[in-house]
C-alpha cells in the first residue's frame, strides 16, 4: 500500500531555505513524484516532478533553479530543497505520485493517484 507523507513545512524569513521531505513508502512505480502547493484561493500549481524510472526532472518557471527535486531511492524519500523564499512561497505544499496512463504532464495535478496531506509553508517579508 502507498503512502505518502511530507515533513518539514515550517515559518520562515524571506530568503531563508527549507527543506521539504515525502514518505514514499509502498511506491516501487516506475512513474512520476511530483510536488504542488495550494494557496488559499488559488489553485494547485504543480512545482517540480521526477520520473523514477530514469531520473528525468521537470520544474515550473516560477521555482525552477531555486527548487530542486532529487530522491533517496533506498529511504524512499522525496525532497524539495527550497531556497530564495519569497513571501509569494507561502502555501500547503503536496507531494504527489503514479500518473495514470493518458495523463502526460508531470506538473498537472490531474491523473495523480497518490497524495500526501500536505505540509505549511508560510514565508515572511
Known sequence: QVQLVESGGDSVQ???SLTLSCSTSGYTSEN????????????REGLAAIYTGGGST???????????ISR??????LYLQ?????????????CAGY?????????SADGY???GQG?????SS
Open 14 to 16: 524571506a530568503g531563508g
Open 32 to 43: 512520476f513524484l511530483a510536488w504542488f502547493r495550494q494557496a488559499p484561493g488559488k489553485e
Open 72 to 77: 533517496d531511492r533506498a529511504k524512499n524519500i
Open 82 to 94: 527550497m531556497s530564495a523564499l519569497k513571501p509569494e512561497d507561502t502555501a500547503t505544499y503536496y
Open 119 to 123: 505540509t505549511q509553508v508560510t514565508v
Open 99 to 107: 500518473k495514470s496512463s493518458g495523463y502526460s504532464r508531470p506538473l
Open 58 to 68: 521537470y520544474y515550473a518557471s516560477s521555482v525552477k533553479g531555486r527548487f530542486p
Open 113 to 115: 493517484k497518490y497524495w
